[in-house]
């Protein structure tokens, strides 16, 4: 339980900074920015190099896939009958499909599952939500942050290339590289940022009261992730013969609340910020109580 009580510690950190300290307003657009640029890239180049693939591990990647899909479907029908704004759609076409499936699920896996559900998380991570986080977050980005730009296929295709998670995954996957002693120790430094700045900048920004025009798209966005996905996954699972850890553990990592990454690239795109701060930290709290409930449930229903 260290890695929640960290999380904890972190998360109040900001908390208390923004209450009792004065910092400049750009501070968390700023840290924002770092962990984009630097820490995600980071990450990256340590993580998918040393992920071996087999077809049993492909259904954890597909199953992540699966999930984005059909939350991010249920947002685009929700926000069609709805009439959400523009900036809201985008919100929640991040922040209710992307799970925080690395800092919170990994230590949720370990704690309810133990250290063997560990490996069917990591790929579900690094692959079926860290890649359309890479490609699909922005795409998301170049089609609804509120700018002046007229959207085109050169404009996506050019931002999709210049964002420093996608070239570094490009590099990761594509790049035979062995990194000598000293770079592989920076990466891992540095990739060690992301748990503190991320969960400060939440802190910073952190704020329980939602809204009222949010919250519709707030409870529903809830739903899609931390109901629908899950559920989704596990169906999907169940029919292609999956039983016991692999499809408890995917299903449990689809379950996850909202990404925090996922959350800090619709606060920098100013896309609905507000409502993506609420998400996570709703999020959060609602995670704590329902995770171990599903923990449960699945091991129940699967007998692992």
Not at 149 to 161: A, D, F, W
Request: glycine share 8%; hydrophobic share 60%; charged share 10%.
């Amino acid at each position: 339980m260290h890695s929640f009580i960290e999380i904890l510690i972190f998360l109040a950190l900001g908390i208390g900074v923004q209450r009792w300290m004065r910092l400049p307003a750009v501070t968390p657009l700023k840290l924002n920015q770092f962990v984009i640029n630097v820490t995600l890239p980071a990450v990256v180049l340590l993580n998918i190099p040393q992920l071996a693939i087999d077809r049993e591990l492909l259904f954890p990647m597909f199953a992540g896939w699966l999930a984005v899909a059909m939350c991010a479907a249920a947002v685009m029908i929700a926000s069609r009958l709805l009439g959400w704004r523009r900036e809201v759609t985008g919100c929640l076409l991040l922040v209710a499909v992307l799970g925080n499936t690395s800092y919170l699920g990994f230590p949720m896996v370990v704690t309810l599952f133990g250290n063997s559900g560990l490996g069917y998380a990591i790929i579900y991570d690094q692959l079926g939500n860290f890649v359309p986080l890479a490609v699909y977050g922005t795409i998301v980005v170049a089609l609804f942050s509120p700018r002046d730009e007229k959207i085109s296929v050169p404009l996506v295709l050019r931002r999709i290339l210049s964002f420093p998670p996608f070239v570094a995954l490009l590099i990761a996957l594509f790049v035979p590289l062995d990194y000598p002693r000293w770079l592989e120790s920076t990466l891992s430094y540095v990739s060690l940022t992301m748990v503190p700045l991320t969960m400060f900048i939440i802190g910073l920004q952190f704020r329980l009261r939602v809204d009222p025009h949010d919250r519709v798209p707030l409870l529903l966005g809830l739903t899609f992730k931390m109901v629908l996905a899950p559920l989704v996954v596990l169906l999907f699972g169940w029919q292609l013969g999956y039983r016991g850890e692999i499809l408890g553990v995917t299903a449990f990592e689809a379950a996850m609340p909202t990404m925090v990454t996922a959350g800090a690239m619709a606060i920098a795109a100013n896309m609905a910020p507000r409502l993506s701060i609420a998400m996570i930290g709703i999020g959060l709290i609602s995670g704590f109580v329902l995770l171990p409930l599903y923990a449960q449930g699945l091991q129940w229903l699967l007998a692992f």
